[in-house]
Nanobody, 121 residues
Framework: QVQLVESGGGLVQPGGSLRLSCAASGSIRHIANMRWYRQAPGKERELVATITDNGTPNYGDSGKGRFTISRDNANQSVFLQMNSLKPEDTAVYYC???????????????WGQGTQVTVSS
């Protein structure tokens, strides 16, 4: 099977920075798009950023300007650098990836378990 494991969340003061990491492992042949989503209490999950397998980023409205997505294909990892954090960035952040598993004929989408980011003074 495949696992996505996020790390790097925590409590940060407004204006601070955090770097989230997500590492994929398992029976992986190729990872296509990788994404970060977030879900705040009482709100729907929203797309923060996407990065293609060749490193092209794309940002949702919540990720534009202060967040940077990147990836390390050799280590099957994706990162989210978050700067100038605001209280409204408080949410559970989820890693998501489109993965071709070994011996699979179709791409499948996998989710991590989420990491909590809390922005508060």
């Amino acid at each position: 099977q495949v696992q996505l494991v996020e790390s790097g969340g925590g409590l940060v003061q407004p204006g601070g920075s955090l770097r989230l990491s997500c590492a994929a492992s398992g029976s992986i042949r190729h990872i296509a798009n990788m994404r970060w989503y977030r879900q705040a209490p009482g709100k729907e999950r929203e797309l923060v950023a996407t990065i293609t397998d060749n490193g092209t980023p794309n940002y949702g409205d919540s990720g534009k300007g202060r967040f940077t997505i990147s990836r390390d294909n050799a280590n099957q990892s994706v990162f989210l650098q978050m700067n100038s954090l605001k209280p409204e960035d408080t949410a559970v952040y989820y890693c998501n990836a489109d993965i071709f598993m070994i011996y699979a004929l179709e791409i499948r989408q996998f989710w991590g378990q989420g990491t909590q980011v809390t922005v508060s003074s």
